[in-house]
């Protein structure tokens, strides 16, 4: 695959992918910054026992148009097949799927009967995203590029969101991957 020669998001369908604090979710609001109605799909939840993640989770209300509509789900699939004009942007794909590994107890199963769990609610998106009429944007982490992690859970995790990664963007109109700010059309 190499990468295309293009700036500006077209509309449709489109997953935004980068590391740590790369800028995908500000670049992802900024492809809707001149939208007044925007449902913005948080997936985290925020703990009471952790400080720093609620002051995460802050700094993208603060950034937040006020016009937009937050919704608060993992039903990701509804949100996309709702008959609405307004854009959807998804933060963050990396989040869903560590609550839906989280629902399907995949962490301390002693067999494998998550995987079917966790394959359906992943078919169920990707039947959504492939198949939506809205404007969407769909950020996720990417954390294939970096070392092996140490622990089981964390070899699981990596994995299942690569798998998660592939096949959103295999049904999106776009693909971008941001470094240091700077996001790069792929697909």
Known sequence: ???????????????VLGGARSGKSRWAEEQFADRDAVDYVATSLVPDDDPEWAGRVALHRERRPISWHTVETLDLAEVLSRDNASPVLVDCLSVWLARVLDDV???????????ELLEHRVAELVEAVRTTRRDVVLVSNEVGSGVVPATPSGRLYRDELGRLNARVAAVCDEVWLTVAGIARRWK
Do not use: F
Not at 1 to 14: E, I, K, N, S
């Open 1 to 15: 695959m190499h990468l295309c020669d293009v700036t500006a998001r077209g509309p449709g369908t489109t997953l």
């Open 105 to 115: 107890r995949a962490w301390d199963a002693a067999d494998d009967v998550w995987r």
